[in-house]
């Protein structure tokens, strides 16, 4: 890495996605950001936005065979704009890679060994692992000779005591088979809950927080001193609240009904639990614009859905309140967490004796700032911190090259 090296591209490979940013560490400007979908179809599609030229977003559509043929157009895009992967100004490549089991538990420089381990992973993250490990792949092929650096979504949740990590099942299959409660969007619970001290004017190790990451996929975690103590996602990201299109806590009594009564196999429940439940198999929309609208027109289904995702909303803010014992602040952020006023108001209602009230005025604010919406009475912070994964990615791969 020469001296003048400041930039660090971050790559979030999907199954059938890649979305990138190049980031500028001297001061997190986005110099391009962008996305590839439907790789492996005909009617593939690369968004690219060249932020630092101050460029419109250009849009191409037509078959991208794989992730290869995918990072190669990433590539030909930054090139047209003087931001080509060949630039001595690029420091390091960041990926996110979703599942790092117990071993990874920080950002970390990949080798073959490391390749070896993620792949070794892939029973646990069979959806998320291998994708993970293709656009390392393809990114290595590209520049062999620039640091590759993985960022796991589990790590944070690294520090979760044995207690609250390990299941109530028999200790010797748990062991053989690595399960137990990893939990994922770790990145931005761990942005946010640091962003959350700093709106506090605090230092991370002073204050509790109960970070509440509600997007398609979401997730609550305690977060007490700077260190995760539990979060809701477990083995795998089902587990905990009800999602877009996930069912999180349910009787696992469920899955052996559906298999036994149901007839349905493995693969079908795993399908109906993962992509038809949650917020869409209650009643067919998994965007929180579309159910407040379908509510204010009397739907009752979607008034369902709704007071269902709520209800779980508060068991965790519950639960993690008495985990933590005394909460400064709860903050809410990703798609529904920064953008749904009704979801945080409903979530905090009636919450007064445990501290918490939200301020309607504060509460219907836009803006992409971290901001607080409790009342200047209120003991514990209300807050909407938007959330800055690949910014996180960045700053700890940067951290890491530099170290
Ligand atoms: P994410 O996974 O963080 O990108 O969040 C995506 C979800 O955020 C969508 O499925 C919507 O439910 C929700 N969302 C995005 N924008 C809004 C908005 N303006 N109001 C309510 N919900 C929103």
Do not use: W
């Not at 748990?174 to 640091?194: K, L, M, N, P, Q």
């Not at 079908?268 to 965007?287: F, H, Q, W």
């Not at 602040?329 to 979801?343: D, L, Q, R, S």
Request: aromatic share 4%.
């Amino acid at each position: 890495m020469t001296a003048t090296a400041t930039r660090v591209l971050v790559l979030n490979s999907g199954s059938s996605s890649v979305k990138y940013q190049l980031i500028d560490m001297n001061d997190g400007t986005r110099l391009a950001v962008g996305l590839v979908e439907r790789i492996g179809e005909q009617t593939s599609r690369l968004a690219h936005t060249p932020l630092a030229a101050g460029g419109d977003k250009r849009e191409t559509e037509g078959a991208i065979a794989d992730h290869d043929a995918a990072l190669k157009a990433v590539a030909t895009e930054l090139a047209a704009d003087g931001l080509g992967l060949d630039s001595p100004q690029l420091a390091a490549i960041g990926h996110r890679v979703v599942h790092g089991g117990l071993k990874f538990t920080e950002p970390t420089v990949i080798d073959d060994a490391v390749l070896k381990e993620i792949e070794r992973l892939v029973p646990v993250a069979p959806l998320h692992n291998p994708a993970n490990l293709t656009g390392i792949r393809t990114a290595q092929a590209m520049r062999p000779d620039l640091p590759q650096v993985a960022v796991f979504d589990t790590a944070f949740h690294a520090t979760m005591p044995e207690y609250a990590a390990r299941y109530a099942i028999d200790v010797e299959t748990a062991d053989a088979h690595r399960i137990r409660r990893y939990g994922f969007h770790g990145t931005s619970h761990a942005y946010v809950s640091r962003k959350t001290a700093a709106l506090l004017g605090k230092d991370p190790s002073e204050v509790n927080v109960i970070v509440l990451h509600l997007g398609n996929g979401a997730s609550a975690s305690a977060v007490a001193g700077g260190r995760c103590v539990d979060t809701s996602m477990g083995l795998t990201p089902l587990e905990g609240l009800v999602m877009g299109t996930r069912s999180g806590d349910i009787d696992p009594a469920v899955t052996f009904h559906l298999k036994r009564v149901a007839g349905m196999s493995t693969d079908e429940i795993d399908v109906l639990l993962n992509k038809k439940s949650g917020l869409i198999g209650l009643c067919g929309d998994n965007d929180m614009r579309e159910i407040r609208r379908r509510i204010d027109e009397g739907d009752e289904r979607a008034r369902l859905a709704f007071d269902i995702y709520i209800h779980r909303l508060k068991k965790y803010i519950g639960a993690y309140s008495a985990v933590l014992g005394r909460v400064d602040a709860v903050a809410f952020t990703a798609g529904v967490g920064e953008n749904a006023a009704p979801v945080r108001e409903a979530a905090v209602a009636g919450l007064e004796e445990m501290g918490m009230a939200v301020d309607a005025s504060l509460n219907a604010v836009r803006s992409d700032e971290p901001r607080l919406i409790s009342p200047e009475y209120a003991r514990v912070a209300v807050a909407v911190v938007p959330t800055d994964e690949e910014l996180e990615i960045a700053q700890q791969t940067y951290a890491l090259v530099n170290a």
